[in-house]
């Protein structure tokens, strides 16, 4: 049997490098690009383990040209694409570059594989930040979306140029909506790295406070070494199509933040201060999801809640911090 090859973009985030890790379990010959894959330190694989296994290529998304050159080379069987501006707060200061990064970079992926013929399967990576402020509503693959931030639109757009080239060229192309989900690989600017980093150091003699923003909001925090395998499962099926990846359990942020520092024996309120700097142009009060289709079409269902998540986060970062 002829190994299998997989291209990852973006393969030096969180879920990137997770998913080089449970690829290479697979079998998988994985090989990941970077803008300048000669400079980056791909810090995530590192610390996974994996650096070593992984074939590295440079690729730019923005240039078509670059996006061609990468697949011509590699000729993967399947495209992950993970790549592009993450972060739905910068994304308002840097409106533009979330656009091209996220919406051309995926489009780039989609026409190559086009103009190539072949049958490379491909996965994008979706957000719940599509769906907008829907209230208490848990969405699922077919709510309407109303995206309310530049990430979220650049999201949208993409969304839509998968189910396009799977329509009008017959692309095996799915898009992965995925809620939050987090791990250890989390970047600090996401908020809940913010907030384990914090507590931690604070249990650790620190005097510092946690500055926050608006902690009423809600979300469905999963833990994503999970979301990985629903990833790879989309693209093992007979027919392409799109799936909410969730837990099916909203928290608010405070919450979050209350769970984190008991775990630690602190009381959060004797160190969060609210902070009206930090509150963002618009943002979703409730997200919710009902992740039903990915369980009965996928047999996928998130094992870990956000305790859990806590929990696993704390620990990591009090480990890490004794190394």
Known sequence: MTQKTALICGISGQDGAYL????L???????????????SSFTNLVRLGIRDQVKLESMSPYDFRSVLQALNKIKPAEVYNLAGQSSVGLSFELPVETLESIAIGALNILEAIRFT??????????????????????????TPFRPRSPYAVAKSAAFWEVANYREAYGIFACSGILFNHE????????VTQKIVAAACNIVQ???????????????????APEYIEAMYLMLQQAEPDDYVVATGYSYSLEEFVAKTFEYLGLKWQDYVITDKTLLRPTDLAISRANPT???VK??????????????????????????
């Not at 996928?298 to 190394?323: F, H, R, T």
């Open 183 to 190: 791990s250890p690989l989390r970047p600090q600017r996401f």
């Open 298 to 323: 996928l047999g996928w269902e998130a094992q870990y809640k956000m305790p859990d998540i806590v929990k696993m986060m704390v620990e990591d970062k009090l480990q890490q911090s004794k190394s």
């Open 20 to 23: 080089a890790q449970f690829l």
């Open 117 to 142: 013929g072949e049958p490379i399967k491909f996965y994008n990576a979706g957000s719940s930040e599509c769906f907008g402020d829907i209230g208490d509503i848990a969405a699922d693959e077919l």
């Open 205 to 223: 003699g620190n005097t510092q406070k946690l500055h926050l923003g608006n902690i009423s909001i809600k979300r469905d925090w999963g833990w």
């Open 293 to 295: 289709k990915a369980k």
């Open 25 to 39: 379990n697979k079998g998988y010959q994985v090989c990941g690009t970077s803008r300048d894959a000669q400079m």
